[in-house]
């Protein structure tokens, strides 16, 4: 029966930032579990190398999360190519900078809240006016435990995943009852994004929280298909925190 409920058989996803890391484990889930899948992020030659590995119903678009015309013509694409959309999981982001945050540039600043905040608010939107508002959906924000509390030199990223979290609570109101808006704040996840924070800790076998162990992409695509599936059918405006309990220390 539970797993009868996580069967996505007859479901649309797109998810950006799908070529490596956490979306890729998130678009390879999915299409384990009977999704079409279209993966997308700005490079195609990565993108179709990764979709090439997934057995299941796939496809590749790329665009770049923080552009608002290549937003709308990848969730087109993918209507046209499957049919529909139920599932958009807002996965692409960025961090150019590590410092004091009083230091950073303009530049940079805008560049980490276009492609981190505005970025899912645009896919969202295009979700929303070419399919959802009458076809109901998911949307799945990826944010950071980084959001919900102080991680040093990161303080920009770390407020756009804050500010994700909130739009995350708008949308939910605003966008029920057809479609349920969640967020995922995953902890320290190997993959290459976060090499700077957890290279440094080499091959240590414990690592500073509950779980011990540095988080896995798989870690988050599992709470990622919760949240996609009919398991999740009453959870709207929620931030699951996935980091191995770092967060109670
Ligand atoms: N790893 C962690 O410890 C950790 C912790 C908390 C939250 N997160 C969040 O998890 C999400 C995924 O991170 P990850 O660790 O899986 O990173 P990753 O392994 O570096 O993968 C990032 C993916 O995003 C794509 N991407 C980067 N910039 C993009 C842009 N401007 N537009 C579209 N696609 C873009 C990349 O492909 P292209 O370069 O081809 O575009 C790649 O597919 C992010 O939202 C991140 O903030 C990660």
């Not at 709308?72 to 049919?83: D, K, L, S, Y």
Request: net charge negative.
């Amino acid at each position: 029966m539970a797993i009868e409920s996580l069967d996505l058989k007859g479901k649309v996803a797109l998810v950006t930032g799908a070529s490596k890391g956490i979306g890729a484990a998130i678009a390879r889930i999915y299409a384990e579990h009977g999704a079409s899948v279209m993966l997308s992020s700005r490079k195609i030659d990565a993108l179709e190398e990764t979709a090439a590995t997934i057995e299941g119903d796939t496809a590749v678009f790329a665009a770049n999360g923080g552009n608002p015309e290549q937003a709308q013509a990848c969730v087109a694409a993918t209507i046209e190519r499957f049919g529909g959309l139920d599932i958009l999981v807002n996965n692409a982001a960025t961090n150019p900078y590590f410092g004091r945050t009083i230091d950073i540039d303009l530049p940079r600043f805008d560049k980490i809240v276009e492609v981190n905040l505005r970025g899912p608010f645009v896919w969202t939107q295009e979700a929303w006016k070419q399919v959802m508002a009458t076809g109901g959906g998911t949307v799945i924000n990826i944010a950071s435990v980084g959001g919900l509390t102080y991680s040093g030199p990161i303080g920009v990223y770390d407020m756009s995943k804050a500010a994700l979290i909130h739009l995350t609570k708008h949308l939910a109101d605003e966008m029920g009852p057809g479609v349920r808006v969640n967020a995922i704040a995953p902890g320290l996840i190997k993959t290459d994004f976060a090499r700077a924070l957890w290279e440094p800790g080499g091959d240590r076998a414990e690592w500073p929280w509950p779980l011990a162990r540095l988080g896995e992409p798989l870690d988050v695509a599992r709470t990622a298909l919760y949240l996609a599936s009919d398991l999740s059918s009453w959870v709207t405006g929620e931030i699951i925190v996935v980091d191995g309990g770092a967060m109670v220390r």
